[in-house]
């Protein structure tokens, strides 16, 4: 699984989409970064190949894809069907969510991200930091 070297494209790319973040994206980002959840390192708008994930973290090789209105037509689904073939052959796990779930229940995201990373069973919150699934420095 040999990733392939970026475009400086898709670079400057990456680094436009990391300062005009969407809703989702930021707060997904407040309840990630900086290893909030569960000591995780994830990075955000990360270069792979011809492709950028919104939020990668390589220990896991996890993608988590916030999707809004534009992944709703048949295209775009198509589309995102062969991107996330490429990134699986290239070893990463892809899971999407609409912005909207995000949105509405963080929470049921980040368990989400937990069980696919087999961090379930694990305490469900820190009470001082709230809106975060697992304590920071708990490993699975």
């Known amino acids: 699984m040999l990733e392939r070297k970026n475009s400086p494209e898709t670079l400057d790319f990456a680094r436009d989409q990391r300062s ?4 989702a994206e930021a707060a997904f980002w407040q309840a990630v ?11 955000r708008q990360m270069a ?4 950028i994930a919104d939020f990668c973290c390589f220990e896991h090789r996890l993608i988590v894809e916030l999707d809004g209105e534009p992944h709703h037509t048949e295209e775009a689904r198509a589309r995102d069907a062969s991107r996330d073939a490429f990134l699986k052959r290239e070893g990463y796990k892809v ?3 609409p912005n909207e779930r995000v949105l509405g229940n963080l929470e049921y995201v980040l368990r989400e991200i937990a069980d696919r990373i087999s961090l379930a069973g694990l305490p469900s919150s820190d009470p001082a930091s709230p809106g975060h ?5 708990e490993k699975g």
Do not use: M, V
Not at 20 to 23: A, E, G, L, N
Not at 33 to 41: A, E, H, T, V, Y
């Open 20 to 23: 005009q973040p969407t809703r």
């Open 33 to 43: 970064r900086n290893r909030r959840f569960n000591d995780l390192k994830f990075k």
């Open 48 to 51: 792979i190949g011809p492709f």
């Open 95 to 97: 899971l999407r969510f």
């Open 133 to 137: 699934l697992l304590p920071r420095g």
